[in-house]
């Protein structure tokens, strides 16, 4: 399951860190948010090094549908109503900004990178609705309008337009922007002590530290594991869906996404909570399965080329966590909570790090400091808590369903051994790996997933593949069976 962006580009490897080294600052993480922070850093005269646990821009990045937009959803009105013009103003301005920041890099440095500027949608039923947010927009600043007409195959009552915005190749980007940068891959940062990082090969001393790691690792301070949760969706490149000119997206749950790239129509959907089943939806089978049905269905004449999925953090008030990492750590920064809008939120997070780091007043900082507390947020805090909770019972009270014999090839479940419980996968050839079922991060209990094959943490959204390997964080670490 290759994403369309990592079958057509292939980003030269860099070295490990082979030695100790002293910077300025110090990027942990190498995906966009990392990638753009350390650009902005070095462009401002900030010493800087990338520490990549793996290859850069091979996180989530490598499986976006990268449409750079700062309409990100039905936001606008709702935003007012809870938090204020200001913050609202903030936020957009903020987003608007890093849609004009990535097209001013890529006219400099002259990056090739299929930027296309385009207009983006939310497309709903709800004709009153989309009218208030297009209004709320407008008053916000941003090119917007109510459409009465929205041209993909799907019923609504119109969208909500935001103009000029744009979409590109985020590996093509990411490989041209780094040449010039400091990085170090297969260089997993495993502990970091105020101003020391220390990798599995090397020591980096520097005097600021920004955790880019799209899950902030360190749980003490920050405990950003309480204040997120993760959520997975799927994508389809299709051939033969003829061409669509502009970014679409659905408002709530069940929302599909659609962009062109080149011949192929990135189509998507089925987001879920990471770690949990989707429950009573209109098609059958699993996640993969339910998206190809609406393709069927939408363009029965489409051919499916790639597919692939990835994940994003969702913070309770739905806004990131960009700024100082804890109060006791003035000289960390953190880059985080993107809800699936990475790629100006990354750009939003590189211009407020850059100019905190180099001691400059930023005007939108306030509205996404990780410090940030509203009362509105409590019943989403005591939500997600309470599904880390019930991850971490199930742990120790679950029955399990199967046993290793009688799964079916190419199934996994949670089985009960002779030394207690494990995970069981079953390859198609009659091979079983066994895995410790307990996550390394906090210790809740996996959950299989049958799409990917994959052994995914409900509480916050670590996951392994079924030999037990590390795929993403925050966990630091594979399972494996004692
Ligand atoms: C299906 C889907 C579609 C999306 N489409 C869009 C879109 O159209 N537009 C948009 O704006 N956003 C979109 N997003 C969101 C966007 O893709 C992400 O928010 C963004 O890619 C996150 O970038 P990142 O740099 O924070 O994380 P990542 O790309 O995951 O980078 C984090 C990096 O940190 C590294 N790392 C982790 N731990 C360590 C460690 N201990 N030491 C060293 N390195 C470490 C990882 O290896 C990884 O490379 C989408 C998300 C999903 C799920």
């Not at 985020?170 to 990085?183: G, R, V, Y």
């Not at 050839?429 to 066994?434: A, G, L, P």
Request: proline share 4%; net charge negative.
């Amino acid at each position: 399951m290759e994403s369309i962006w990592s079958k057509t580009c292939e980003i030269q490897k860099r070295l490990s860190l082979d030695s100790d080294i002293e910077v300025d600052a110090a990027v942990i993480g190498g995906g966009m948010a990392g990638i753009l922070t350390a650009y902005q850093l070095e462009c401002a005269g900030v010493r800087t090094a990338v520490l990549e646990a793996g290859r850069i821009g091979g996180g989530q990045t490598k499986n976006t549908t990268a449409k750079i937009t700062s309409q990100h959803g039905i936001f606008c009105h709702d935003f007012i109503q809870k938090k204020g013009r200001d913050a609202a103003g903030q936020y957009v301005r903020a987003n608007q900004a890093a849609v004009e920041e990535y097209k001013r890099i890529i006219q400099k440095e002259g990056i090739d990178c299929d930027l296309e500027e385009k207009d983006s949608y939310v497309y709903s039923q709800d004709e009153k609705k989309l009218k208030e947010e297009a209004e709320a927009a407008a008053e916000l600043g941003v090119e917007a309008s109510f459409e009465p007409c929205a041209k993909i195959p799907v019923p609504c009552a119109g969208a909500v337009k935001f103009a000029r915005q744009a979409q590109f190749h985020p590996l093509k980007f990411i490989c041209a922007l780094s040449e010039n940068l400091t990085i170090y891959e297969d260089t997993a940062v495993k502990e970091v002590e105020e101003h020391t990082v220390k990798t599995v090969c090397g020591s980096v001393q520097a005097d600021k530290i920004v955790f880019a790691t799209h899950f902030p690792f360190i749980n003490f301070p920050g405990m950003y594991f309480t204040r997120m949760h993760q959520e997975r969706s799927y994508v389809l490149a299709l051939e033969n869906a003829g061409m669509i000119n502009g970014m679409y997206i659905g408002d709530g749950k069940d929302a599909l996404s659609f962009r062109q790239f080149d011949r192929y129509l990135l189509f998507g959907g089925e987001g879920h909570r990471t770690g949990e089943k989707k429950e009573g939806e209109k098609y059958e089978g699993g996640s993969y399965e339910r998206l190809r049905a609406a393709a069927r269905e939408l363009y029965p004449k489409s051919r499916e080329t790639a597919c692939w999925s990835a994940q994003d953090c969702v913070t309770a008030d739905k806004v990131p966590f960009i700024g100082r990492y804890a109060s006791d750590r003035p000289d960390w920064f953190v880059a985080t909570g993107f809800q699936k809008w990475g790629m100006t939120s990354s750009m939003v997070s590189a211009m407020i790090i850059r100019d905190m780091i180099c001691g400059s007043e930023n005007p939108w900082a306030e509205a996404f400091s990780p410090s940030r507390f509203s009362a509105e947020e409590i019943p989403q805090i005591m939500k997600d808590s309470g599904k880390a909770v019930k991850g971490l019972t199930k742990r120790f009270f679950h029955i399990p369903d199967e046993s290793a014999a009688r799964l079916a090839p190419g199934h996994g479940a949670v089985v009960e051994t002779e030394y207690g419980k494990a995970g069981v996968y079953k390859t198609e050839d009659q091979k079983i790996y066994k895995v410790d079922i307990v996550c390394p991060h906090l210790g809740c209990e996996l959950a299989w997933n049958p799409d990917e094959k994959t052994w995914d943490c409900p509480c916050h959204g670590s996951r392994f593949d079924y030999k037990g390997n590390l795929l993403e964080g925050p966990a630091q670490e594979g399972i494996h069976y004692e």
